[in-house]
């Protein structure tokens, strides 16, 4: 017998514009689509209209001309509840999403929201804390946490309410080198081993790029490029005229390649090549 068709698109995005009341045209002519299982990045300088995009796919945005469909359902025509069952967004603040006195308590509110019984809060707080490497810090208070600490504790709320789409806004923000590398890690390890689908904005051109498999760049309210990053990060004039730049990595490589004479002209290693090294020697840690 036939395997029964199964469409991967978990998000598909077809606006043809977005304005906020004062008039700020921030979306237009917007057309993209979020498979199951993938990680993918809406990459975009300031004011290019992440956030806004992140909040209609969250369904937090309404008024816009177009369409929006979760599991080929029409966002705007579900109960909240049914969207948040599904898909958690994280704030690209985390003091404007952290609120209970302790990390525990934080982390539990979801899933007692929903109506669960103690012992699963329990063992849902414990394990969402487990992924996010929090365990230790289960009764400290919020307000003494450091930021790369708050920014995980979002991050485990969501995942004690078992979704399965998480929308994040700049969720390396603010972070030191390794908070990004480590915040980035985490994120690899819940799209990779727990089937999470992850769609992040960003600004983060360097190690960023490296770990999606999608990028979707924006600039001012339209999708100007999109692809493998391998495939993004090709064309630095391109890059440079939505006010971004290639990844450090890929500018040697290019560079390397395009020095006429040189034997880095034969260079083999492609950004696709360096992405998978990294993510193969995460997985061997
Ligand atoms: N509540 C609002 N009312 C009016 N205009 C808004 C509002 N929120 C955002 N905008 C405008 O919409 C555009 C897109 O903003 P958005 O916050 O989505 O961009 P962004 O890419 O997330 O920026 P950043 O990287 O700085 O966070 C900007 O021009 C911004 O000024």
Redesign the pocket.
Known sequence: MKEPFVDQTRISVNLESYQ???G?V?LADLHLGIARGEFAGIL??????????LKIMDGLIKGYRGEVLLDGDNVLRLHPRDIYRKVGLVF?NPDDQLFASNVFEDAAFGPRNMGCAEPEVKSRVEAALASVDMSEFAAKGIHNLSYGQKKRVCIAGLLAMGHEILLL??PTAGLDPMGEYRMMELLTRLNRDHGVTIVM?T?SVDLVPIFLHQLHI?SK?RLVRGGAPEDVFTAPEELANVKLRLPHIAELIYQLKHEDGLPFSRLPLTIGEARREMVEAMSKK
């Open positions: 906020y009341p004062d700020t921030a975009g300088s300031n004011g290019s209209g992440k956030t806004t995009l690209q806004d700049e904005a600004h924006l309210g």
